[in-house]
């Protein structure tokens, strides 16, 4: 009985979706070989996300279905911040403002301070938990940001988040058939907090008679491109003081020159015309950038 709550039909579905959303962007960007409208900053946040919390591969027995998803979302997370390196000509490091930096420190400390003692694996474990939810902020970023939005870049979105809702309804499934006998509180606060900002995200796409283009933002959009820049500026402020120089690779995000770039790059407007947006809306259109 406890197998068959644990491998339920959500947490099926929310792998393969999951599994399918990464295919598909690794796809996407090597056949047309262009990152346009990807952020490189997210695949290295998800790729610090699988190897903390995966560390039990190398201490513990796997079935196969585990190992092969752990194995295989590292491995194409490697690919994808391989594609960058190798088409770094289409990748664009202002578009790709985060300040990661603001996301991997913060986070590092509070999942020592609420598993510290618990041993390393649980630590990391904890760490990984902790971070996969922000780590699609510089993609959704990316997208808020442009005036024209890849359709592969979206759909990638929102398989990869979309995937954490059917995990959503993996646990309470599990929570109803095992009631106070399960709890997961912190894949639950990550998980909860993942699922607002892919809401609100999936939500500002909808209001869109185009579903793909210049998306623009909704308010919570809004607050974190502004949050986005004021971390980006104060970085700058600290690092020019303290070390005389910016942090490498853009790690902690757009600066006031950066900004002002930006302001002139990204005049987001919702009006496309007929013969953008029937462009937008086929995938076949990624071959053309």
Known sequence: MGDAVSWNIYRYAADFLHLGGMLLGLFAIWSARSVEGFSRKTQVLYQI??????????????????????????????????????????????????????ILVPTAVIAYLTSAGAGLEQEMWTYSELLEPLALLPQYIICYRATRVRPAAVIYVLAVGGYRLLYI??????????????????????????????????????????????????????????????????????????????LPFGLSGAGDEESAAMKKQWDVSDKLSDEESCQLLTLSGDADQ
């Open 49 to 102: 996300v699988y190897v903390t919390r995966y560390v039990d591969v190398f201490t513990s027995t796997q079935g196969m279905y585990l190992l092969f998803f752990k194995v295989f979302y590292n491995l194409i997370t490697m690919l994808m911040i391989v594609a960058f390196g190798i088409f770094g000509e289409t990748y664009n490091p202002v578009a790709d403002s985060c300040n990661i930096m603001a």
């Open 169 to 246: 309804c993996n646990w309470i499934y599990k929570r109803y058939k095992w009631h106070g006998m399960y709890h997961d509180y912190t894949s639950w606060f990550g998980g909860g907090l993942e699922a607002v900002l892919f809401i609100d995200f999936v939500i500002r796409i909808c209001q869109r008679k185009e579903v793909i283009g210049a998306i623009s933002t909704s308010p919570l959009g809004g607050l974190l491109l502004h949050v986005d820049s004021g971390a980006g500026r104060l970085a700058e402020i600290i690092e020019l003081s303290t070390i005389g120089t910016r």
